[in-house]
């Protein structure tokens, strides 16, 4: 079974109340697309205000004076899935991750 067909079984489960409904009034006119349900879902549901926002923080990600690599890794992989697809290449999200470690961080990893 391919990605998209297990996302597109999984993908009600994880819908309630006006997400759901959404759903069950969209599914037919996909037509099995699941880029054209994630697309449309995500027009109706993360707004566009919402992706801005997101890919500002992702674009200028600092790492906490206190916070470990680890941390700052986990907290910057989370801010990458929480929304939907920036359409960036993934060594651009790495070169952010790495302009906002800490001086600290820096020279104490990559020695």
Known sequence: MSDETI????FPFSLRGRARH????NIRSMEGDWKLLSLSFCQDFFPIY???DLRTKI???RQGDEE???EAWERFTYLLISG???ALQDHVFLQ???IG???KTLNSSLI
Do not use: N
């Open 84 to 86: 939907p697809d920036l």
């Open 96 to 98: 952010h991750f790495f």
């Open 101 to 103: 470690l800490t001086k």
């Open 50 to 52: 919402k992706v801005v």
């Open 7 to 10: 996302r597109w079984k999984l």
């Open 59 to 61: 674009l200028t990600f």
């Open 68 to 70: 470990s690599l680890v």
């Open 22 to 25: 959404w759903y069950d009034l």
